[in-house]
Nanobody, 123 residues
């Protein structure tokens, strides 16, 4: 069973960058499809990005395309979300999630979730 731990969040000014990490604890993430989701106050949780377990395919929310990059490091057992050109509307709690069977934008496909980490974009 995958246990996921997010790190790298915090406060950043508009236009700045952050890199979120999702590390598998106790199990290797290489067997899993991994996605990032976010939830802003009083909003529904939304898909941000996903990566195939072979690392060969990725998917993004339209509003983050060209600004965010998802990647994985099999040696470090970690999936990253590099976030550039951050905007105030990117402010949310970000969650990583893992699935053995499916990947993509539907949160119902993911079986394992991290605890979430806050990202705040503000001047």
């Amino acid at each position: 069973q995958a246990q996921l731990v997010e790190s790298g969040g915090g406060l950043v000014q508009p236009g700045g960058s952050l890199r979120l990490s999702c590390t598998g604890s106790g199990r290797t993430l290489s067997r899993y499809f991994v996605g990032w989701f976010r939830q802003a106050p009083e909003k529904e949780r939304e898909f941000v990005a996903a990566i195939h377990r072979d690392g060969g395919a990725t998917d993004y929310l339209d509003s983050v395309k060209g600004r965010f990059t998802i990647s994985r490091d099999y040696v470090e057992n970690t999936v990253y979300l590099q976030m550039n050109s951050l905007k105030p509307e990117d402010t949310a709690v970000y969650y990583c999630a893992a699935s053995l069977t499916a990947w993509g934008s539907e949160d119902r496909w993911y079986d394992y979730w991290g605890q979430g980490i806050q990202v705040t974009v503000s001047s």
